[in-house]
Antibody, heavy 122, light 114 residues
């Protein structure tokens, strides 16, 4: 079964850092681009970042550029999101998502994890 | 960034009837070289992640009932749910994936039973 499982969320003070992980199983992880998407409480979906299958290309939303870093370890089937200089507006559920077709960045997301909650508050 | 605007924000439809959700993009998401619209629709139920319903504007994902259909091209798109069932109560989002690094979603449409 294809599955994504996020971890690493929690409560952090403004200005702090956090690293999220997304463990993938049931598919050839290294063949697929992956994204992080977040959802603030009671709000809609916001794409945060994407990474190619090889990890050689990374992309960020303007709202997180320079503060967040996406990476992956294909030997461990794991996606990461390193978050620093966190702000209250970064609060939300962070989910990883698999792009539908191998090697394709411009694609819909066919598998999503349940997400991990990040709360930025003093 | 391409702005995606859904309408209405919420709607209530009777069981067995048809629900129609619209999505408009601020610029075309039709890629001329392959004639594909880079537009997807998702369904999200409380406490669950989004589920892919439609991609390429009109192609149903595997296992999605055929009462869900997508249409449109360029900047105007529609998700139609025919013969509405109780389990269709959810939030629905459109998404453009025409531009990376700037994937964007609509604000969401809440569908309820009348």
């Amino acid at each position: 079964e294809v599955q994504l499982l996020e971890s690493g969320g929690g409560l952090v003070q403004p200005g702090g850092s956090l690293r999220l992980s997304c463990a993938a199983s049931g598919f050839t992880f290294g063949s697929y681009a992956m994204s992080w998407v977040r959802q603030a409480p009671g709000k809609g979906l916001e794409w945060v970042s994407a990474i190619s299958g090889s990890g050689g290309s990374t992309y960020y939303a303007d709202s997180v550029k320079g503060r967040f870093t996406i990476s992956r370890d294909n030997s461990k089937n794991t996606l990461y999101l390193q978050m620093s200089s966190l702000r209250a507006e970064d609060t939300g559920v962070y989910s990883c998502a698999k792009h539908r077709v191998p090697w394709e960045l411009l694609d819909a997301f066919d598998i999503w994890g349940l997400g991990t909650m990040v709360t930025v508050s003093s | 960034d391409i702005v995606m605007t859904q309408s209405p924000d919420s709607l209530a439809v009777s069981l067995g009837e048809r629900a129609t959700i619209n999505c408009k993009s601020s610029q075309s998401v039709l890629y001329s070289s392959n004639n594909k619209n880079y537009l997807a629709w998702y369904q999200q139920k409380p406490g669950w992640p989004p589920k892919l319903l439609i991609y390429w504007a009109s192609t149903r994902d595997s296992g999605v009932p055929d009462r869900f259909s997508g249409s449109g091209s360029g900047t105007d798109f529609t998700l139609t749910i025919s013969n509405l069932q109780a389990e269709d109560v959810a939030l629905y989002y459109c998404q453009q994936y025409y531009t990376t690094p700037s994937i964007t979603f609509g604000q969401g449409t809440r569908l309820e039973i009348k």
